[in-house]
């Protein structure tokens, strides 16, 4: 069917045949909102590397959601800031830990309205910002693994829905798994980093969490992002060890691996737009470059049509208020 006979502009003609025929769309319930919860300040501190954004004071942090969650924002990604670091991170899975503390205060004023998940690492919590515990100089892994496992088990027993081990250790989904299990946690999910690569995009986020390597980088256990076999490879060994959905991380440029990786495999897939592709967006836009709203529209669109069932993005919050007006 050529010209004249097939004229594409038909359908583009008024914005209800445009929305008639739109093959993705981005809704609240696609998208998960990460959130900092800081265990050492009082009142609420904006984040001067990721404009709009906030660390948010345990004390008041059910507030903040019940606020998120009138607006629309349904699933929250959360982060800790705590206290005290150690040798062996082991702020991150103390029960009187500043995630679970902040679970427990979030599941009691808002129940099940809000959909929580929660990053399992390490880095947030050692001393040195590494994300496992260190021996000899170099991150080891299986005992890392058995600290990860703690740490998922405690966040589920404080009411997580969905912990998200993010080290990039070997074996970490396979060890939560079992874990959970055996701890008769066998309904909370498990949302892998699966191809989560070696990234400068990282930084704004580390700036915000305070997790800044103190010597060397991550390098020997996030992907290198020369290699979408090895992206392949590193998802179906999740899916194997039992996660529920995996995740790839950053997103923007990596659409090409979020497509395979939905063409491939048939469990949800999940996308990070990180801190540093959230960070241009705003920056631009605060200069006048780019207009945010239709840029965010783009973005989300894209990473969407690419594949990605779920998407985690800072922007959440913004396309809450944004879907309201429409
Ligand atoms: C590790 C973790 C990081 C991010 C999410 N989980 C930082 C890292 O790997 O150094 C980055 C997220 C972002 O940039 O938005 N706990």
Redesign the pocket.
Known sequence: MSFPLYRARRLRRTPQLRALVRETSVRMNHLIY?IFVDETIDEIASIPEMPGQNRVPLGTVDEEIRHLVNTGVRAFLI?GIPNNKDEVASGAYSTQGVVQLALKRIRGSLGNEALLAT?V?L??YTDNGH?GIMQDGVISNDSTLEILAKIAVSHANAGADIVAP?AMMDGQVKTIREVLDQSGLTETAIMA?SA?HTSS??A???GA?Q?FPHFGG?ESH?MDFHNPNEAMREIRMDIEEGADIVMIKPALGYLDIIHRASQMFDVPIAA?N???E?AMVKVAAERKILDERSTVHEILSAIRRAGAGVVIT?HARDMAQWLNER
Do not use: L, N, T
């Open positions: 990460p982060f990053d690492c880095c947030e994300c993010s980093y989560k995009f990282y704004p986020f580390r969490a997790s991550r996030q990070y990180v801190s540093g959230y800072y």
